[in-house]
């Protein structure tokens, strides 16, 4: 266990719809990191939130937005879902700016 | 922008063999840090080894290690001894120095045959 915790494990929703995904970094840990997993494009970095502020952004959406509240868990918000969209979502957290990202167990998305 | 390449699709080894898995990265970074991610059918991202290119001696875990070569930009894995719960999808990443995000590549599928 790597104590990230995410939830929900697995969610399956229609084409258009718009899901929230939340994740809990381990505790004292500042970073989150959202990563997408599919298939065809393998594991991609999203975005990055250190301590309540937007620290960098990859190859993200401008249907997909994120943030991190005040008690450091962070939620990522996929809307106008296409089948596309369709993935396995990770969370992860680091302590402060250091290298070692730990994960949660993912989210699964499936768009029908 | 990094870049890290797996030229292994898929391996196999024997229960209690060694077996290597490559990884080759490219950077203009001079620091930077490297990591094994483990991957078993659970889809659990599991970290297993990482290493600082500043250091010149090579990670060790357990049953784990790594063949680090900073001139050449190779970062393998060897697993000593391997186990059926070896069986995995492994991951080579890449960060810079400064704590942002991981570069994957593309996986190297492992299967531990008993």
């Known amino acids: 266990d790597s104590g990230v915790t995410q939830t929900p494990k697995h969610l399956i929703t229609a084409t258009g719809q718009r899901v929230t995904l939340r994740c809990s970094p381990r505790?004292?840990?500042?970073?989150v990191y959202w990563y997408q997993q599919s298939l065809d494009q393998g594991l991609q970095f999203l975005i990055q939130y250190y301590n309540g502020e937007e620290r960098a952004k990859g190859n993200i959406l401008e249907r997909f937005s994120a943030q991190q509240f005040p008690d450091l868990h962070s939620e990522l918000n996929l809307s106008s879902l296409e089948l596309g969209d369709s993935a396995l979502y990770f969370c992860?957290?680091?302590?402060?700016?250091?290298?070692?990202?730990?994960f949660g167990p993912g989210t699964r998305l499936t768009v029908t | 922008a990094q870049t890290v390449t797996q030229s292994q699709p898929e391996m196999s080894v024997q229960e209690a063999e060694t077996v290597t898995l490559s990884c080759t990265y490219d950077t203009s970074e001079n620091n930077y840090y490297l990591f094994w991610y483990k991957q078993p059918p659970s889809r659990q991202m599991i970290l297993v080894i990482r290493q600082e290119a500043y250091k010149q001696q090579n990670a060790t875990e357990n049953r784990f290690s790594v063949n680090f070569q900073k001139a050449a930009k190779s970062f393998s894995l060897k697993i000593s001894d391997s186990q059926l719960g070896d069986t995995a999808m492994y991951f080579c990443a890449f960060t810079d120095n400064a704590g942002n995000m991981l570069t994957f590549g593309g996986g190297t599928r492992l299967m531990v045959k008993p």
């Open positions: 992860a957290s680091s302590w402060g700016l250091s290298n070692e990202q730990y």
């Open positions: 505790s004292g840990d500042l970073s």
